[in-house]
């Protein structure tokens, strides 16, 4: 798990392929999506719209994946 307050710092673990993070997609997220998967989050109930980002090439971790699997279950 990865905790931090710079979206940088975040930004760069989803694109090495460790993670996938939970971000608010008001601050610009859809222009950096050539090399990420990106879905929505539906009734986050928060102030921004959520997202969930991933890598869209390999190395993607198995948590990742299974997480950002879960996510397109719901419902939009």
């Known amino acids: 798990m990865i905790q931090t307050d710079a979206v ?6 989803v694109h090495g392929g460790f993670c996938c993070a939970i971000m608010p997609l008001d601050g610009g997220l859809e222009t950096l999506t050539e090399h990420l998967r990106l879905h929505p989050i539906a009734d986050a109930r928060t102030l ?5 980002i991933m890598r869209r090439s390999a190395p993607r971790s198995a948590l990742a994946e299974a997480c ?6 719901m419902p939009r």
């Open 48 to 52: 921004a719209r959520l997202g969930l």
């Open 68 to 73: 950002f699997a879960l996510v397109a279950e």
């Open 8 to 13: 940088h710092q975040l930004l760069q673990a």
